[in-house]
């Protein structure tokens, strides 16, 4: 994208928005549940501040109000509490706040620096530095690597649930059918365990490698 090329406003050909201007209703998607998160966010931000009208709601929210309230916190560049999030008890919180970092880290250069000294306040160096790592992805290459999906199970045992969480992240989208392990980064540690048990035994099989893998 930095070579020669009109960087003008481009109009939309007519088509590429037909589905939303000339549709069947019954075609018609579905925006009632995310329009009424919006309308009961812009009452509760009424009289008070982004950040706490944003921090009560999250406590009791649930679907697409919950959802917004996490994205709401990369938008308004909410670090602290975004970061908080990662240690959420809630797994969709959790989830929502990897997806919001994920994109927040990538929309400016200085995003990387300004994240890992916020993650340094609740996590030691060390700690914030897989986190940084585990936002930013593993190359598509390095998935051929059995000391990939090691290390990657190793964190589902970490202490801190973020870093579990992520590596639960990773995981689950290279090997989907894995879901049927019982495993969760918020279950009991004894549970926790059993469920790493089960991770550990799909590596040594050597299902979650792809051919050619080593």
Known sequence: NAGVRARGVQPLKPDAVRWFTNR???EAPSFKEPVAALKELAKRLDGKSVQVALAETRKEAKGYLLILCVFCLGAIDDLNDLVDCLA???GEVRY???EDLRHWIGLRADHDAK???ALQKPYSVLQAETIMTLLHGIPAEEWTRSDIYDTLIEYLKHDKIGIRELAYYHLLRRVPDAQKI???PDMPAAQREAGYEQWKKLLTSGKLLP???K
């Open 96 to 98: 929502r706040a990897i």
């Open 24 to 26: 069947e209703p019954s």
């Open 115 to 117: 994240l890992f000294k």
């Open 182 to 184: 019982n495993y969760r």
């Open 88 to 90: 959420d008890d809630r």
């Open 211 to 213: 051919k050619g893998g």
